[in-house]
């Protein structure tokens, strides 16, 4: 049976990709051990950013590694210390990275691997999260076009991910907000930028998560940063209304005007824009690409959310 390492291992990806490979691999996770992991998993309890002891438990594990999942890479300090600590423990990274490092100003529809991203420069903290994923990725890139690359690296850049373990929510003014159901079913306005008629591509956290493991030992996908987005490539809004018609409710939206919203929220410019992706390089490897629908994907989400009973009740579902 294969050893998997999973950086991460409770969040929302994270716990999900645990869960699903302790099925089928024996399971180590790194945590500060905050959150519940699944069953039959092994909690190495250590902040990934110190990394002597990071390290030093590593080691005292005495295990090769076959793969190692790393989901909370998110800046290139945190890159770096992979490429110098993993080597040593197993020959195999796969990364998750964001759709936000494109520059939203030159997007392509769809957009593919080779887009302009954002450049940003200084220090970590004086970057914004795209800014630092970016130069994440680019330790990374360096690495798997060295001549000798101590690693078998494959980047993943996905858009909006959903599903159980997430807030819903993907568009500002309403970006995971735990009250947005609540919102929805009182009949309050939601208020999107240009009411929400740019389009999405939101991948289901198992289909994420499952295309990952599919990727752990698939040679084709070695030395590859792959785009990836769900089945569906909807506008914004219809992702709200999917959430109203799963409640038994009518949506109510109020349009927010685009012009002059970026730049007042700058922090925004990744979503205000088309989110659409093109997948025929993940394709091309063989793996089976993401297909849950995204009604099923919502409905799923809400049942998570304590909503099931609402759903059951309402006799078209």
Known sequence: MKNVLIIGGSGGLSSVLAQMASKNYRVWTVT?????LPDGVVSLKVDRNNTDELKKIL?????????VFDCICMNPEQALADIDILPEFSKRLVVVSTDSVYDSRAKKI?????????????????????GNKRRMEECFLKEMESMHPALDITIFRPGHIYGPGFLLGCFPEHSRQAELPELILKGKPIRLVGAGTYIIQPIYVDDLARVMLDSAFNEKTYGELLCIGGLDAIENRIYYKVIANCLGVDLKLEEIPVLGYVEAHPEYSGHLCHRIYDLSKLK?????????????????QLASLGYLDRMLSLTWI
Do not use: F, M
Request: charged share 35%; aromatic share 6%; hydrophobic share 20%.
């Open 32 to 36: 500060r051990g905050k959150r519940q």
């Open 110 to 130: 769809p957009e593919d691997e080779y887009g302009i991203c954002v450049h940003e420069s200084g220090s970590t903290k004086d970057c914004t999260y795209a």
């Open 284 to 300: 091309s490897t063989g793996i089976r690409l993401p297909d849950t629908r995204i009604v099923e994907g919502i409905k799923r």
């Open 59 to 67: 080691k005292e594990q005495n295990i090769k590694w076959d793969v």
